[in-house]
């Protein structure tokens, strides 16, 4: 039903910016929670940052103040603005949707394909 397509991943150096895009298609209901998660090689995925439906935003105490989390609700589509980036931020990135959120978060979501964000030292 829902699809997540990503795109803005590629290789970047220490310092850099990038942004990355995932839109959500064929939703004909409210998506509550959009988010991006990441996964280094070796590492458990972990939450980068998240945000409701109505703008409430949560982020990874890794990213805090250097990255930016933001929907387009009417596009369906979720931004992640990062800046100041650091070796440590290289992972496969995904992007995910949940269409309730609260108590019900990972009950009904899906994800995206991942893009991958390498930095350089």
């Known amino acids: 039903q829902v699809q997540l397509v990503e795109s803005g991943g590629g290789l970047v150096q220490s310092g850099g910016s990038l942004r990355l895009s995932c839109t959500a298609s064929r939703v004909i209901f409210g998506l509550n929670v959009m988010g991006w998660y990441r996964q280094a090689p070796g590492k458990q995925r972990e939450l980068v940052a998240e945000i409701t439906r109505g703008g409430v935003t949560n982020y990874g105490d890794s990213v805090k103040g250097r990255f930016t989390i933001s929907r387009d609700n009417a596009k369906n589509t979720v931004y992640l603005q990062m800046n100041s980036l650091k070796s440590e931020d290289t992972a496969v990135y995904y992007c995910?949707?949940?269409?309730?959120?609260?108590?019900?978060?990972?009950?009904?979501?899906?994800w995206g394909q991942g893009t991958l964000v390498t930095v350089s030292s």
């Open positions: 995910n949707a949940d269409a309730l959120g609260g108590s019900m978060r990972g009950r009904l979501e899906v």
